[in-house]
C-alpha cells in the first residue's frame, strides 16, 4: 500500500491544522497506522497511533489532549487533528503502516509502510 500525506501548512500558535493519510492500492483498515514527525537534526517523534480497529489509540504526554487520530476506512484515510499548536510542533509529518500488528505502538521499526510527509510549520 502506499501512504500519502496532506494537510500540512504554515499557521500560528494557537491554531489547528487536520492532517490527512490516505492509502492507494490497498486498504488501510488492514493496517496500524501511526504518525511521526521530524526535525532536521533531532530524532523522529512518534506523535500518535491507532489500531485496525480503531478502538485502541495513544498519544505521548507532548501531544496528549491536543492531537486526535480517528479513521475513516471507507475512505481509505487516517486523520490527525491538531489543536492548540506550539511552534514546538513543527516539523514534517509521516504517516506509517504496519500490517503486521495490531496496535504496534510508536515503535517505529515496526511499521513497513511510509509516505513522504507533510510539512507543519507553527509560527510564534
Known amino acids: 500500500v502506499q501512504l500519502v500525506e496532506s494537510g500540512g501548512t504554515l499557521v500560528q500558535t494557537g491554531g489547528s491544522l487536520r492532517l490527512s493519510c490516505t492509502a492507494s492500492g490497498g486498504s488501510i483498515d488492514s493496517y496500524s497506522i501511526a504518525w511521526f514527525r521530524q526535525v532536521p537534526g533531532k530524532e523522529r517523534e512518534g506523535v500518535s497511533c491507532?489500531?485496525?480497529?480503531?478502538?485502541?489509540?495513544y498519544y505521548p504526554e507532548s501531544v496528549k489532549g491536543r492531537f486526535t487520530i480517528s479513521r475513516d476506512n471507507a475512505k481509505n484515510t487516517v486523520y490527525l487533528q491538531m489543536n492548540e499548536l506550539k511552534p514546538e510542533d513543527t516539523g514534517r509529518y509521516y504517516c506509517a503502516g504496519s500490517a503486521r500488528f495490531h496496535f504496534p505502538g510508536l515503535s517505529s521499526i515496526l511499521y513497513d509502510s511510509w509516505g513522504q510527509g507533510t510539512q507543519v510549520t507553527v509560527s510564534s
Open positions: 491507532i489500531s485496525t480497529s480503531g478502538d485502541s489509540t
